[in-house]
């Protein structure tokens, strides 16, 4: 960057979605229709072969590095999902994934699975298009509700966090669709609106969002 030459990585026939690259810069995992369903797959940047972290019919997607490179969290596409982590064996191959949430009911859907900068929790909602935030422990699966949006009317779309770990930023959109981002303290308090845009001209309809370097993007 900024003059970088595009270089291909995939070749298969199927589509693949969802890169992330691993926080060292040697990986990329993303998720891929390769196996007949969706899975989550690890691309070595230094030309070995694609690695299958899980191979299932469940619809498994998303996929997100923990902050020292050695586990994923990611979640599943369909009712009855729930947030998963998986963590690379010592000889390089993937280990069990284990499910960390426990949903109250089988059509619950969880959705945008993101790992803390200091690796103790993964921030999840529950629905894909917007609904309540929590926080899960990746070892104990212990939960926490950050956000209850029945309580506060304000819908959870993509969480994303804050350096420090102390706090999830994520973004929403009002009654007449218009994009709004909002920050929330994980231990306790309600949520603050940081930006709203009701520009006709300039919508934002997908969730997916980023912050770097002092910059939303979105």
Known sequence: ??????????FDSTDDFSPVPSPDGTKVAFHSWR???????VLPLDGGPVQ????????E?????????????????GGGGGVYVVRQNPNGTWGTPIKRTKLARKTDFTSWPVWSPDGNWIAYTNALLGG?????????????????????????????W??????????SHDAKGNAEFWSIP???GGPTRCAH?????????RSEWSIGAGRMYF
């Open 197 to 205: 845009f009701d520009d006709p001209d300039r919508p934002s309809y």
């Open 1 to 10: 960057l900024p003059r970088g030459v595009p270089e291909q990585l995939t």
């Open 52 to 59: 299958a972290v899980t191979n299932s019919p469940l619809q």
């Open 132 to 160: 309540s935030l929590f926080i899960v422990n990746p070892d104990s699966g212990a939960q926490r509700t950050v956000l209850d949006s029945a309580k506060s009317r304000t819908d959870a779309e993509y969480p994303v």
């Open 35 to 41: 196996s007949g369903s969706r899975d989550i797959y």
């Open 162 to 171: 804050s350096t420090d770990s102390r706090t999830l930023y994520f973004k």
């Open 186 to 188: 994980i231990n306790g």
């Open 61 to 77: 997607s998303k996929p997100m590095w923990s902050p020292d490179g050695k586990a994923i969290t990611y979640t599943l596409f």
